[in-house]
């Protein structure tokens, strides 16, 4: 299913902070990870995710790094202090907004908003 | 990668700045070259290059996306997946360029993204500063009403039997074509009506003036002088009798230009004159000041006809007087209205002259006359308010452009017409220089007072508040004055000096009203003063004394009393030697036995009425306003008070 994009300009920032909260990632593990981890429903071509890290930088939410260890120079990605702070807030702004999305019965009943209901 | 052979200034062109000082000259920004050696399939490598030229980043940055784009095709490449499915999730290539420009801006250093601000909000400035410069350059200001024509109407209509100019450009007329030279300058040919009118002198001295004081010899001198001049002054009553002036200002004849020593005026130049020129703010009145110099004649006469124990002439001469007050105070503006009263304070003059030592030459019923022509002088400053008013509506639409809705600004063409013909004028006082800077420069300077001051509305609403302020200060008696925080000038005092400046137009345009309504009291005083006077003579005519009281003339010789205009209480009257004296207690409310200060040098019109009333008078101001006194008020004190 594609999402409106308005909607992924919403979703995707804590989607990605959230992968990154699991550890650095670069460009294309990050866009695997979220078509494999959603179904494909957040999946994003590099034409919106690389514009989307490099706001997340400017912004110090993450910080990038060149590994020039592996067969080809990459970058990796993380989550900076301020990332963390703002995934929380984004995190428990998105639970409200899934918890008032329930209560109206758009959001599927039984389902929670911490996680698989 | 492998940097295949280029010329040496673009590797120079592709080196980190560092590099080439150290020597280093590798062209690593050169992100093409770091497609070329990717091996990647020409599809993605041609949506890699279009996505980074389009970016439009500095090198550097283009470098850092290439190699990221590079990693992650290569990442995809290694998964199985072909070139084709990769650049199918790609996106498109435009919004892709776009997308990481923005951002990649974003993630500059502060130092550019301040520059960067700074610049944009400099040139939108500009851009904004352009558009001004051009509505300026385009509009105009629009002269939509004829304010001198609507000021003329009534003189205009008026029949050539009922007006007095005719006869006093005759007098004029007949005063140039008999004065050959000038008292003042004996070796150059008579040239201004001051010239004509200064009199006889004796030496240094001027006769006219002080007629009453002067010597058998002088007084032989200026009657000489007078008599010469008959039928000038025959022409001035017959000119002061008429209902109205009826001058057509502005648009003066060629009659009345030459007679003033003023330019020609022809076809040629009327379209030259400038529209401020042609403005009612700036219409010249050089017959006013020739008012003045006729009245001087006048009362000399007066005087000479009370010393000559001729009452008809005399009576004649107050009548004139006081005709040529009411002539010169019918223009609206405030300096006629200034005329006005010094030609009542003549008329006074010449009054006291006769009640002083020759009251006999008038019958009661001449001495009545007397007092009603002194008492048909209007003098209310009110009457003036409107004419500034106008003028100041004239002088605003000549400088400012007109949206039709009643607000406009100040063009370009208003700035140049502001800085050359209205601020030497308004500023004259101040030495003001018009810069006369080119077209150019006062467009480009235009927008400057666009920004800064007050547009049309609201410089008319400022003039309006501060007048509005103005007249409700002149309503008080001056011992009730408005608080200073409420008259106007205590709001310019309270106004921030941007607020100043941006109502800077007023800031000399506004007249000195207080100023010249103090000048109406005194007159109003003085003349309350002389009706007190008359009222006196003939007390004493029908009593064979002066009254103990001034109440004792009340209701039969005048209806009331006048108050001190100072204080608001009554009036004092003293007899000093065998002389009425009536005195307001004056500024420092004390009673000093009817005695001007010093600096009056015994003339009641020099007196100061202090405004605001002060608390505190200095030492120089102490002393009483004698409104009225026709002996000697330092002689010693014979009679009561009130």
Not at chain 1, 92 to 114: E, H, V
Not at chain 2, 102 to 131: C, D, E, H, N, T
Request: aromatic letters at 8%.
């Amino acid at each position: 299913m594609k999402i409106e994009r308005e909607l992924m300009r919403g979703a995707g920032p804590p989607a990605v902070l959230q992968l990154l909260s699991g550890g650095e990632k670069y460009g294309y593990e990050l866009v695997e990870a979220l078509s494999r981890q959603t179904d494909g429903v957040l999946a994003m071509g590099q034409s919106t995710l690389y514009p989307m890290l490099y706001n997340l930088e400017a912004k110090n939410l993450v910080k990038s790094r060149i590994d020039k260890s592996g067969p080809r120079p990459r970058r990796y990605y993380r989550l900076t202090r301020k990332g963390e702070r703002k995934l929380a807030t984004d995190t428990m702004q998105w639970r409200a907004l899934f918890d008032a999305m329930q209560s109206l019965g758009i959001a599927p009943q039984g389902a929670t908003a911490g996680g698989a209901g | 990668m492998t940097l295949t052979a280029k010329s040496w200034w673009h590797r120079v062109r592709h080196t980190r700045p560092r590099d080439i000082l150290h020597g280093r000259i590798n062209g690593q920004l050169d992100w093409r070259q770091a497609v070329a050696g990717a091996d990647l399939p020409v599809a993605v490598a041609d949506t890699i290059s279009l996505v980074v030229r389009k970016t439009r980043l500095w090198k550097r940055e283009q470098l850092d996306v290439t190699l990221e784009l590079i990693a992650h095709f290569q990442d995809g490449l290694e998964t199985g997946l072909s070139g084709e499915e990769l650049l199918a999730s790609f996106g498109d290539t435009a919004n892709a360029a776009r997308l990481i420009r923005r951002s990649k801006k974003r993630g500059r250093p502060f130092l550019w993204q301040a520059w960067w601000w700074a610049s944009r909000s400099m040139a939108a400035l500009f851009a904004v500063y352009g558009i001004v410069v051009l509505l300026l350059a385009f509009d105009r200001p629009r002269i939509s009403t004829d304010y001198l024509a609507i000021l003329n109407k009534s003189s205009i209509s008026m029949p050539e039997d009922q007006r007095g100019w005719p006869y006093y450009q005759q007098a004029l007329a007949w005063l140039k074509a008999n004065t050959e030279a000038s008292p003042r300058r004996p070796n150059v040919s008579a040239v201004t009506v001051e010239d004509w009118l200064t009199g006889p002198t004796d030496g240094e001295t001027l006769l006219l003036d002080n007629y009453p004081k002067l010597d058998t010899a002088q007084r032989k001198v200026v009657d000489a002088w007078l008599n010469e001049r008959a039928e000038f002054l025959v022409l001035l009553r017959k000119a002061a009798r008429q209902p109205r002036l009826g001058l057509e200002l502005g648009n003066y004849s060629p009659q009345y230009r030459r007679l003033f020593g003023m330019r020609e005026f022809d076809a040629d130049v009327a379209e030259k004159k400038s529209a401020v020129e042609s403005s009612i703010y700036f219409v010249l009145l050089p017959h006013i000041q020739a008012m003045r110099g006729m009245a001087r004649v006048l009362k000399a006469d007066l005087q000479r006809s009370a010393f000559q124990g001729n009452g008809t002439a005399a009576l004649a001469d107050l009548r004139a007087l006081t005709g040529m007050a009411r002539h010169g105070g019918q223009a609206p503006w405030l300096v006629c209205g200034l005329v006005k009263c010094g030609l009542l304070h003549s008329a006074m003059e010449g009054l006291e002259t006769v009640l002083a030592a020759h009251a006999e030459i008038w019958s009661t019923r001449e001495l009545a006359q007397a007092a009603h022509l002194l008492a048909a002088v209007s003098l209310d400053v009110r009457d003036y308010v409107q004419g500034e008013k106008t003028s100041f509506f004239d002088l605003v639409q000549r400088l400012y452009s007109d949206d039709g809705r009643g607000d406009g600004y100040l063009t370009a063409a208003g700035l140049r017409r502001l800085d050359r013909e209205v601020l030497p004028v308004l500023r004259a006082g101040g030495n003001w220089q018009a810069n006369h800077f080119s077209n150019w420069q006062y467009l480009a300077a235009a927008p400057a007072t666009y920004f800064v001051g007050a547009s049309r509305r609201e410089l008319l609403a400022k003039h309006a508040e501060m007048w509005a302020r103005m007249e409700a200060e002149a309503e008080r008696p001056l011992w009730d004055p408005l608080p200073t925080e409420e008259t106007a000038a205590g709001q310019y005092e309270r106004m921030s000096p941007l607020a100043r400046l941006r109502y800077g137009m007023l800031d000399r345009s506004l007249p000195a009203y207080r100023a010249v309504r103090m000048t109406f009291e005194k007159a109003k005083g003085l003349r309350e003063g002389a009706l007190l006077g008359i009222a006196l003579q003939l007390y004493r005519r029908e009593h064979g004394k002066w009254p103990e009281s001034l109440n004792q003339l009340v209701p039969l010789s005048l209806p009331s009393l006048p108050i001190d205009r100072i204080n608001g209480g009554p009036l004092r009257y003293r007899i000093v030697d065998g002389q009425p004296v009536i005195y307001s207690l004056g500024v420092d409310g004390k009673d000093d036995g009817g005695v001007l200060p010093d600096y009056c040098m015994g003339d009641p019109w020099r007196y100061r009425l202090l405004w605001p009333p002060a608390h505190e008078v200095a030492e120089e101001e102490k002393g009483d306003w004698v409104i009225w006194s026709t002996g000697s008020a330092n002689s010693e004190t014979s009679s009561s008070g009130t």
